[in-house]
């Protein structure tokens, strides 16, 4: 079974024999697949009536647990955007009534974000549909070849991941 990254390479290395392409045979299909899965993912959350990154807020939200809050900061930890960013996130949310702002009631001065019901049901719905999407994209792998795939993967991203910053 050939492929649009297999022509790509063949293309290069005809063109470009002194150079050894072996790398985009891995990391062109990464990118090829980065993007399929962002069109998924936009699908699944359109679904819902949610962006991308509300998608991320309020499943960081569900995933802390009940009462499904956590605070400015550790959303910021969580979505990697800057506090301006967030403040407009949180803004936004609480206007759509998917997040409540209530007082931290061990900072007077700082608050909580919690998860509303509402929240937290389009939330659930929205990642139900996502992983349909994603199982789609996985298509006939098998649970072993899924689970190499993840193995490898994690040796690649696990670096980036580590990188104080």
Do not use: C
């Not at 063109?15 to 045979?25: A, M």
């Not at 998924?40 to 960081?60: C, I, K, M, N």
């Not at 998860?115 to 659930?124: F, S």
């Amino acid at each position: 079974m050939e492929d649009e990254v297999d022509r790509l390479v063949a293309a290069w290395r005809r063109e470009r024999p002194d150079l050894d392409v072996e790398p985009l045979e891995v990391l062109s299909r990464v990118s090829r697949l980065a993007r399929h899965l962002d069109r998924a993912r936009r699908l699944a959350f359109a679904e819902h009536s949610l962006e991308p990154w509300e998608f991320d807020v309020l499943t960081s939200l569900r995933r802390a647990g009940d009462p499904y809050q956590l605070s400015p900061g550790q959303l910021l930890t969580q979505t990697l955007v800057t506090s301006g960013t967030m403040t407009n996130r949180i803004d936004r949310l609480a206007t759509k009534g998917l997040v409540e702002r209530l007082p931290d009631p061990t900072d007077r001065r700082g608050v909580l974000v919690r998860l509303t019901p509402e929240g937290r049901d389009r939330a659930d719905q929205a990642l139900a549909g996502l992983l349909a999407q994603e199982r789609a994209i996985l298509g006939e792998l098998s649970r072993s070849q899924r689970g190499e795939l993840a193995d490898l993967l994690r040796q690649l991203t696990a670096p980036f991941d580590n990188v104080p910053g």
